[in-house]
């Protein structure tokens, strides 16, 4: 067990040294002349100068990747051309709203998405079920912008009944939120029905029920927990991916002053510094999503545990 | 079918069916049979042929909710099956009856300890007396699990086959059941610890006094431990006999070519016999008699009905032509 | 394609049961008569404004006009066309990513499987992080290095999309590696790349094919939605996401501008969708992809 933890731990590291190492290189190494994309637009020749100093860029390659290395681990990724603070703390300012909009979308998909799932499979053909799979097909189906957009012009500009911009009250989370957990839903809804119908039809299942195990007992102990397997995969090592792509978009819709609406407004005023801080700071996220799957599994599976 | 006071458990012309997209599928086709107290019976047949869909039929676990019990009463200790709530079965299963199934590895739950397992019968039945941990480890002991006080707390992957299978059917037999079912016991092991799990099987029977249905392809295993054997063709029973006469005397030649293709320790054979063809299929079952697209002995009447049961003696019975009966 | 084949009709007409989807077809039909016939069937020039009749509202509001069936944006430009034209950039777009990520993928699959051992513990290792990372911010890093385009775009999604395909692959190469007839062919003496793309490509093509149909929908909605913020194709081209990118900043007067090319991306990934979960239920009956 400890070996194992230690061992996915190890792996962690190992991914987010890769990916600082790929950052690096990608933006040094681009076709682009690292200096000026690096600079704001109305920077002067004296700036690049200063800027080619400052970042040590005319000193060799593999010198510069090392104090790259060296600065990262101190929390230090340069700084951010329109705040002239470092690019992190920047970043990390914003975090708490992308968080707290996460969170409700976290809690919303998988409440509704394992519910409807779970439901689903033990009456298939239900009305639960069709409606459930009518849902499914459509977050799947509909674009999460376009979705965003249609609410906007429909309760937003037409009725006038919620906020279309910016954060504060309740309400302010409803369009963005649902916006937003419309894909998650319709995927562990899907998933979710899927490997519990396999676990139901499954031998152990009915042995189960031949030693007259009460049949809540068998969906929820015996069918749900190895159900649960391929869903936890996906809530959260998948999850964490793609939250990030749909939370740029419906922050951007939406105007809500997360990180999302930051790197975008970064990439447009080409202050890379921040973009750079953004793919670093969600890979780690990432990571330690899943770095926290891993340790569920040893959780739930024996066969993982006593490797 | 002679009815009998005696019979612990008796089917009357149950007919379950499986409503699939490309149609309805006649897995049990209008079965009745009965197994007396005490008694051990194999019920014998192909792949496909309906044997574990009758014994969950018993159960009243034939897969929902594409298959359905759809006629005919599953009388037991003169009760019947069909009339009881959910909950009354579930009450049964476990208690009075139970089924061990085929495949221990899959069969067991793998995120479970074996312990936890072995303990449902008991908890689920209010049949906790003192510890329930040792209740689990002396069932372990009745099927001579070794070390079972550190077994009880392994997970089925650190079980091998054999002893896995043991532990499934300690599961099935905790709370001394009237009537086991065991579907295909020994398939899923090697020769020497399917000997093995027979005896054992054996040697429960005789201590709890236990019916026993050997569900299996394999005539040697009946010829082992069943005092009666039921015959099984393509959704119908074919053949009831005692199993002595079974041997000696079979009488529907589905029984005959079943003997013959089993390999006779001791006597040489230059090929082994097989039953040419392959059983009908499911959905385009023949109008008369459905071993006869494969029987040498068929006629045109064999074609085109289906031939009723025929009483031998007075515990032989055979579903063909060539017994007319009275 | 083998697998629009007679015998595969029969054989899905015998698994029975599945309705073909209609509804999905007939996107589909839609889709690929707009993607044809985009230069006979579309009114206008999709690129050229008429700065006279700009923001026209679609033919049944009050100003709307029979010129103008849904519309004009604030250039003046025929709505309807730029959405007929917008399903080629459409295509273009997801089938590149497709063919990239796909050849990607089915290359390391089959390495993988074939392979097996050290290579194929790298490889599948490898494609779990890879699963994990957003494709986003990759696409954030070459935008910024190389500048948004649909070529950045359908490089980034090319990189980042192998995972799937390579893991379909791999298992199917695994069970077929253990068939006869490649069984025979390595007796046989045929070298290994030549065992990997004439003997075991041809038997997963139908599953690569499938895979495709179920997985475009998804890359259509994700490329429309990299264009629309900006990190794809770039005006004046005729693309559904940078059309509701622009008609977003009039949302308030002018809803059609919104309105129509998001219906046009549902209407397409419907069809997608439909087609894909059909194509899977009559072909897989093992349920191999999910």
């Not at chain 2, 019920?43 to 359905?68: F, H, N």
Request: proline share 6%; glycine share 8%; with cysteine.
């Amino acid at each position: 067990m400890q070996g194992y933890i230690v061992k996915r731990i190890l792996i962690a590291a190992f991914t987010v040294f890769t990916v600082l190492t790929v950052v690096f290189f990608v933006f040094r190494l681009g076709p682009a002349d690292p200096v000026m994309v690096m600079l704001p637009p109305n920077a002067t020749p004296q700036d690049a100068e200063n800027l080619t100093k400052k970042f040590g860029l005319d000193k060799p390659l593999m010198v510069q990747y090392g104090n790259y290395l060296k600065n990262a681990f101190r929390g230090d990724f340069g700084s951010s051309f329109r705040f002239d603070e470092p690019a992190l703390r920047v970043l990390l300012m914003r975090f708490p709203a992308t968080l707290k909009l996460g969170l409700v979308t976290f809690i919303l998909s998988v409440t509704v998405g394992l519910s409807i799932g779970l439901i689903s499979a033990v009456k298939p053909d239900s009305i639960i079920d069709r409606i459930g799979r009518l849902f499914a097909l459509a977050g799947m189906s509909l674009p999460s912008f376009w979705v965003g957009i249609m609410l906007i012009l429909f309760f937003g500009v037409t009725l006038r009944w919620l906020p279309i911009a910016g954060r504060g009250t309740p309400l302010h989370y409803i369009m963005p939120a649902f916006c937003m957990s419309l894909y998650p839903i319709a995927l562990i809804t899907r998933l979710s029905r899927s490997s519990m119908l396999d676990a139901l039809k499954s031998d152990y299942v009915v042995m189960a029920r031949i030693k007259g195990v009460p049949e809540f007992y068998v969906i929820l102990v015996h069918a749900f927990k190895n159900a649960s397997i391929p869903v936890i995969t996906v809530i959260f090592g998948i999850f964490g991916a793609l939250m990030v792509g749909s939370a740029v978009v419906v922050e951007y819709i939406f105007s809500w002053p997360g990180i999302g609406r930051l790197v975008m407004e970064s990439f447009f005023a080409r202050d890379y510094p921040v973009v750079q801080v953004f793919v670093i700071v969600v890979t780690c996220m990432v990571v330690t999503l899943n770095l926290i799957v891993d340790i569920i599994y040893a959780y739930i599976d024996p066969r993982i545990r006593y490797q | 079918m002679h009815s009998n006071q005696d019979n612990l458990l008796e089917l009357q012309d149950v007919t379950t069916t499986f409503f699939t997209k490309q149609g309805e599928v006649r897995a049990v086709d209008g079965v009745s049979f009965s197994v007396g107290k005490g008694e051990v019976v194999g019920l014998v047949g192909e792949s496909g042929c309906g044997k574990s869909v009758t014994s969950l039929s018993i159960m009243r676990l034939v897969p929902q909710p594409a298959g359905k019990i759809v006629s005919g009463r599953i009388l037991f200790k003169n009760e019947d099956l069909m009339e009881k709530t959910a909950e009354e079965m579930r009450q049964l299963r476990g208690d009075r009856i139970s089924m061990i199934l085929q495949d221990p590895m899959v069969a067991m739950n793998q995120l479970l300890t074996v312990g936890k397992q072995l303990g449902e019968p008991y908890k689920f039945h209010d049949k906790v007396r003192g510890s329930l941990r040792e209740m689990c480890i002396r069932l372990l002991e009745k099927v001579k699990v070794p070390a079972p006080e550190s077994r009880v707390d392994d997970y089925p992957f650190q079980f091998s086959g054999g002893m896995s299978q043991r532990a499934l059917i300690a599961m099935g037999i905790a709370n001394n059941p009237d009537l086991l079912i065991a579907d295909e016991p020994t398939t899923a092991l090697d020769v020497t610890i399917a000997a093995q799990v027979l005896k054992l099987m054996k040697e429960i029977q005789r201590e709890t006094d236990a019916s026993i249905i050997l569900i299996t392809h394999d005539l040697a295993t009946v010829a082992q431990i069943c005092t009666r054997v039921i015959v099984m063709y393509a959704g119908r029973i074919v053949e009831t006999a005692p199993i002595k006469i079974f041997y000696k005397n079979p009488a529907h030649p589905y029984s005959v070519g079943l003997i013959r293709s089993v390999p006779v320790l001791g006597q040489p054979v230059d090929r082994l016999f097989s039953i040419s063809g392959q059983p009908p299929s499911l959905f385009a079952m023949p109008k008369g008699c459905r071993f006869a697209p494969r029987c040498n002995k068929a006629e045109k009447k064999c074609f085109k009905h289906y031939p009723p049961e025929t009483w031998l003696d007075e515990n032989h019975s055979v579903a063909c032509w060539l017994y007319p009966g009275d | 394609m083998n697998f629009f084949s007679k015998k595969n009709k029969k054989k899905a007409k015998r698994r029975g049961g599945v309705r073909p989807p209609y509804i999905g077809l007939f996107c589909l039909g839609l889709f690929f008569t707009a993607v044809i016939f985009a230069n006979v069937i579309a009114p206008y020039d999709p690129n050229e404004g008429d700065l006279f009749s700009t923001t026209i509202p679609p033919v049944w509001e009050k100003d709307g006009s029979l010129a103008h069936i849904l519309g004009t944006d604030m250039l003046g430009r025929d709505v309807l066309s730029r959405i007929i034209h917008g399903s080629r950039m459409s295509l273009l777009i997801s089938v590149g990513c497709i063919l990239f990520y796909g050849s990607l993928g089915v290359v390391l699959g089959l390495i993988s499987g074939f392979r097996g051992g050290r290579t194929d513990m790298v490889i599948m290792r490898l494609a779990d992080l890879w699963l994990s990372l957003p494709g986003v911010i990759v696409l954030f890093m070459l935008a910024a290095v190389h500048g948004p385009s649909a070529k950045t775009i359908i490089i980034t999604f090319g990189i980042m999309g192998w995972p799937g395909y390579a893991r379909i692959v791999r298992g199917e190469c695994l069970s077929l590696k253990q068939r006869d007839f490649v069984r025979l062919a390595r007796v046989a003496g045929c070298s290994k790349l030549r065992i990997m793309f004439s003997h075991i490509l041809p038997n997963i093509i139908n599953t690569i094919i499938i895979m495709a149909t179920i997985e475009i929908g998804g890359i259509i909605v994700m490329t429309a939605s990299m264009s629309f913020l900006g990190l794809g194709t770039q005006p004046p081209s005729c693309d559904w996401g940078l059309m509701l990118a622009e008609g977003r900043q009039y949302i308030t007067y002018a809803w059609w501008l919104v309105t129509f090319p998001g219906l046009a991306i549902v209407i397409t990934v419907l069809g997608f969708n439909l087609t894909g979960d059909w194509l899977r239920e009559v072909m897989d009956p093992k349920q191999k992809l999910r």
